[in-house]
């Protein structure tokens, strides 16, 4: 079956430290791939798309990976604030006409 | 300001009393998309529109209706609704470019539903 899997449990992490998620996905042969930002009762908000024969993307202090062989997309923040305090979503395109979305991570960095 | 808005943000139904949620966005987007937010499930798509009149189910469409009739506009309709269509609703809209590529979503605040 069709998988995007991303870390359940909250990473915690301390002021100035580079932020880590991953999104692992099963079955899925995507052109490219998406990470957004949730806030607490908010929509969420377009951070970076990667596309499959792009290996890194990068802006300002957030890095995104994809990894079409390990089927892995990892995405960064580096110095990482209290304002990057958020749920991370990564979705995945479907289909050519369909975004799926991981359940996302929930970040705390603590100053 | 290019934004997505959904009304109402907040309702409390009953079960089987018909509503309907509206979504317009002001950014001549073509693409359009409605997703339900359950806690642990993440974002799950409904309905997507490529265009006015076209329109599509997307993983979970049982218990809801769509239309687009103008650019605009993707209301999202439940005719019967039933205490497991409790949800948070977004909207979503984008450009595309290409066949199969899409730009970035802009999402709508969402709606928090409650059926009784």
């Known amino acids: 079956s069709q998988k995007i899997e991303q870390n359940s449990e909250a990473l915690n992490i301390q002021e100035g430290k580079t932020a880590t998620l991953t999104c692992n996905y099963t079955n899925y042969s995507p052109a490219y791939l998406q990470w957004y930002r949730q806030d607490p009762g908010r929509g969420p908000v377009f951070l970076l798309l990667?596309?499959?024969?792009?290996k890194e993307k990068r802006k300002e202090r957030l890095k995104v990976t994809f990894d079409t062989t390990l089927k892995q997309s990892l995405f960064h923040i580096t110095a990482s604030q209290p304002a990057d305090s958020a749920t991370y979503l990564c979705a995945l395109e479907k289909d050519g006409n369909k975004l799926v979305f991981g359940a996302g991570t929930i970040l705390r960095v603590k100053s | 300001e290019a934004q997505v808005t959904q009304n109402p943000r907040y309702l409390i139904t009953v079960t089987g009393k018909k509503l309907t949620v509206t979504c317009s966005q002001n950014m001549n987007h073509e693409y359009m998309s409605w997703y339900r937010q359950d806690p642990g499930l993440g974002l799950r798509q409904i309905y997507y529109?490529?265009?006015?009149?076209?329109?599509d189910k997307g993983d979970v469409p049982e218990g809801y209706k769509v239309s687009r009739k103008e650019k605009r506009n993707f209301p999202l309709i439940l005719e019967s609704p039933s205490p497991n269509q409790t949800s948070l609703y977004f909207c979503?809209?984008?450009?595309?470019?290409?066949?199969?590529?899409?730009?970035?979503?802009?999402f709508g605040p969402g709606t928090r539903l409650t059926v009784l």
């Open positions: 990667i596309r499959e024969n792009e």
């Open positions: 529109s490529m265009n006015v009149e076209v329109t």
């Open positions: 979503a809209s984008s450009l595309r470019y290409g066949q199969g590529a899409f730009r970035e979503q802009f």
